[in-house]
């Protein structure tokens, strides 16, 4: 999916306000973890993540493995430990209307 520079304005703007429901600890990626993702991006559509792990090698890496495996979803935002993405949910489409 591709946002347009004044889409991922909005969303940046939307998640500030956000905590992050999503924690990765020093045990890394597992499974349960993804899965939870998964239903918060289809749920909230927007969500942040913070990467409690290693350097920054380590987090780019958790991240990339992330993005993989939520093929829809969008890195909007990646702020030292701290990630911000979009998944679109077509039943609820407020976040980013077609006009934005």
């Known amino acids: 999916m591709e946002l347009t520079d004044a889409q991922k304005k909005r969303l940046k703007g939307l998640a500030h306000a956000l905590h992050p429901i999503i924690l990765i600890g020093q045990q890394g990626l597992k499974d349960t973890i993804l899965v939870e993702l998964n239903n918060a991006l289809e749920y909230h559509?927007?969500?942040?993540?913070?990467i409690n792990a290693g350097d920054r090698e380590?987090?780019?890496?958790?991240l990339e493995q992330i993005l993989e495996h939520a093929s829809e979803a969008v890195l909007i935002q990646k702020i030292g430990n701290t990630a911000?993405?979009?998944?679109?949910?077509?039943?609820?489409?407020?976040?980013l209307s077609s006009s934005q």
């Open 84 to 95: 911000v993405l979009y998944q679109r949910n077509p039943e609820r489409p407020y976040l």
């Open 58 to 62: 380590l987090r780019n890496a958790i």
């Open 45 to 50: 559509q927007l969500v942040k993540i913070k």
